[in-house]
């Protein structure tokens, strides 16, 4: 399990992720564990599915931010673990229904399970990890991190729905897309910071700071992927670049682009994300996207977030799980560069 | 809100169904003020899509099995209210999810929600239904509903997916059948009354006689309801009549005339389950289902398992709502003939 994406390397070592990786080993050789037991299932597509996706070398950012959280503040014990297992699958079930969605082809560097298993299956193992990560929550037999996570997933929801109603809507402000962004992806990560520190028996200030670091790093996160989508490479993504565009999203590299349009590429703009796109369109798109320098600003703003992540940190005890949250936060935008 | 399907009435009152709503009135009034409530999003779809389904004239089957259940066994409070919510909730998910798996047009006798919204939107509402389930089971503060509910939700998502292998499977056993429908369908009708009884602070020998009433009623409905796949029509059934067939699904009325087929009945059934087949086909396969007394056969089976729910209610205190649940058991056997 390593990082799939990006190979900046900060000088003198290994990604932060590696880094953070290093430093929560046990914890995640246990919530693979977890991950693996409550994946199981007599009805054979359910584990083969699951594990074609799981398996396939996700970073598991998002289990480490809830394992980090309830060790910087002291927390030990099987319950962050098993709650770094249940956001791992809310996060997986949300990847499975996202493919059939947008029907993305390409995941992780393979090909996405819905191509190998049809749209069908991902819906239903989705709905399964779904329900296995509630049943992993149960496990932990606080519902004060039920609550945290039951909301988040809702909210996850509302902002799958409101991206889709904004596909192909050429006019959307760059107020909606971070409305959309907060909502799919920032969500989550907040959840899996707070519910860590509910985790580690600390729901007060401490709790609150590590939901604002773990929405601050996954908008800083959502704004680098954006900004990759129209410079980066299948290979070093793991997903198809230019799929953003091929799906009518309109994304800050988007909105920054159009902002700084004559009124030939408005119209081109409009055409192209209110939906009469070709293959050509993309390349177009991304060449008007350099040229305005979109990508800089779009990495420049996930940046303002990447620092309020780690400024949401200082007031916690600094230890090594807190130097790693913030490096991670620093590895979030390097990554983009 | 009346019963959507079955004309059949007992001698001398209503439906059981109605028997049982109004009963509990009050309640399923409180009930459908907290699904409209926790269904509300600014993403005008969610509410949109999820009225659309909810308000359609279900028959809060589940729902009132759960506030039946409580108030059996003295419960009171609003706790049985908002698990009843969750339940349908559940129950609402899932279907939205069912007829994208199916790529079924007819859902409550309207246009299903996928033919009006898309698939898309029909598997995301879906997901926001099923999260907003969870927070009403946190509402309560009882983690034990929450492990009753969690669990059920991964077992249907179990039997979708068997039910999926399965299909145009021409072998599929009565064994398999039965499987997946105490799967995909009985579990939810068990843990709607262990849930209820377990909300009115009766978690043993109670509970378990209400989740075997509730698995029993469960399998008598689902038989039922494949029974009139091939005998009723659209218009009393609320759905297509042949939509098992189409989707290649093998019921136990295929598997009963299959048992009494000759050679080229055999052949017959073998090429259609097993993927080869057109609409005229569907005009055999009920003729033979008919001629072999498939029906009759399945709806016997149907009446054994309402009976077994019957039985489980004989060790619980006698009173108006055990009287009401016992009807509903023979009423959703009627419904068939």
Do not use: C
């Amino acid at each position: 399990m390593g990082p799939a994406v990006g190979q900046a390397k900060p000088a003198g070592g290994p990604h932060a992720v590696d880094r953070l990786a290093a430093l929560l080993a046990e914890d995640l050789s246990a919530v693979d564990a977890l991950i693996h037991q409550h994946m199981s299932s007599p009805v054979g597509v359910i584990p083969n599915l699951a594990a074609h996706l799981i398996d396939a070398g996700g970073k598991r950012v998002r289990p480490m931010i809830t394992l980090a959280a309830a060790r910087l503040l002291g927390g030990g014990g099987d319950g962050p673990r098993k709650l770094a297992a249940a956001v791992e699958f809310i996060h997986s079930a949300t990847l499975l229904h996202d493919d059939v969605v947008d029907v993305s082809s390409m995941r992780r560097g393979k090909d996405a399970a819905n191509v190998l298993w049809g749209n069908s299956s991902s819906v239903l193992v989705g709905d399964f990890l779904f329900a296995r990560s509630f049943n992993l929550m149960v496990e932990t037999g606080d519902i004060k991190v039920l609550d945290i996570l039951a909301r988040a997933a809702s909210v996850i929801a509302e902002g799958e729905v409101m991206q889709l109603a904004a596909a192909n809507d050429a006019d959307t402000t760059r107020a909606r897309y971070m409305e959309i962004i907060a909502a799919k992806t920032a969500a989550l990560f907040a959840a899996a910071g707070k519910a860590g520190a509910v985790a580690a028996g600390r729901p007060g200030a401490e709790a609150d700071a590590l939901e604002t670091y773990g929405r601050e790093l996954g908008l800083a996160f959502q704004l680098v992927d954006d900004a990759l989508d129209y410079g980066g490479r299948a290979a070093t993504m793991g997903k198809n670049a230019g799929d953003d565009f091929k799906e009518g999203k309109v994304t800050l590299p988007v909105v920054f682009a159009r902002e700084a349009a004559d009124e030939a590429e408005l119209s081109f703009w409009r055409r192209v994300m209110g939906g009469e796109r070709t293959e050509d369109d993309f390349h177009r798109a991304a060449a008007l996207i350099r040229r305005h320098g979109a990508i800089e600003k779009t990495l420049e703003a996930a940046r303002l977030h990447s620092r309020a992540a780690v400024a949401a940190l200082e007031s916690l005890t600094q230890n090594a799980y807190r130097d790693a949250l913030a490096d991670l936060a620093d590895f979030v935008v390097e990554r983009g560069y």
